[in-house]
């Protein structure tokens, strides 16, 4: 049964720091993973999907890496704002089930200017 | 750039009583999804639809959950004889294909009193 864990629970950062985002996931037969912002009482924005075959995947400071192998990963936010602060969420399909998405619980970022 | 939008944005409503959650997915998207939210908890899959039938349901979705797609934009969520525990944030989300992005609407926060 696939599972997916994010740590840390929550960060906080000072505005203009770099950080990483870790998530994990227990089956490694995944076809592609999915990063979403969450900010308070709102929906889920897709920032990033990357598939099996990437390494990695941009979009503006944000950059995305995975690592099959190791059931790994890592969402990168470069030179942090205070508008970055929301909670960020992984999620990947489960594999042969249509394009079900197993989510993590996320981690809460809070950048302070 | 087109999006995934849901009616009501909050919906109260008494325990027993039946209520019916809306959503317009992407325009050209052919699979359809409903996941919910409770407060503090993970996001997690109730049902896909693809091709005008329930393609996977989670064991959440009981008989007393129902999807239909009336015409050819809209896609219901039915809840009936609510409870208590059905209070949540309610995401509808499609995608292109089974394996591909999927999109998110803000959610329809649902207060059972």
């Known amino acids: 049964k696939q599972e997916v864990t994010q740590i840390p629970a929550a960060l906080s950062v000072p505005e203009g720091e770099n950080l990483v985002l870790n998530c994990s996931f227990t089956d490694s037969a995944i076809y592609n993973l999915q990063w979403f912002r969450q900010d308070p009482g709102k929906g889920l924005t897709s920032l990033l999907l990357i598939q099996s075959s990437q390494r990695e995947q941009t979009s503006g400071r944000l950059n995305a890496s995975l690592d099959k192998s190791s059931g790994r990963s890592t969402l990168y936010i470069a030179a942090s704002q205070p508008g970055d602060s929301a909670t960020y969420l992984c999620?990947?399909?489960?594999?042969?089930?249509?394009?079900?998405?197993?989510f993590g619980q996320g981690t809460e970022l809070s950048v302070k200017p | 750039e087109p999006e995934v939008t849901q009616t009501p944005s909050h919906q109260v409503t008494q325990m027993g009583q039946e209520v019916i959650l809306r959503c317009v997915p992407i325009s050209n998207h052919l699979y359809f999804y409903w996941y919910r939210q409770i407060l503090g908890q993970k996001v997690e899959f109730l049902v896909s639809f693809y091709n005008n039938e329930i393609s996977e349901k989670s064991e959440i979705f009981d008989d007393q959950f129902s999807v239909e797609r009336p015409d050819g934009s809209n896609f219901t969520l039915k809840i009936r004889s609510t409870k208590l525990e059905d209070s949540a944030m309610y995401f509808c989300?499609?995608?292109?294909?089974?394996?591909?992005?999927?999109?998110f609407g803000p959610g329809t926060r649902l207060t059972v009193t």
């Open positions: 999620a990947v399909p489960h594999y042969n089930q249509g394009g079900k998405l197993i």
């Open positions: 989300a499609s995608s292109g294909t089974g394996s591909s992005e999927q999109y």
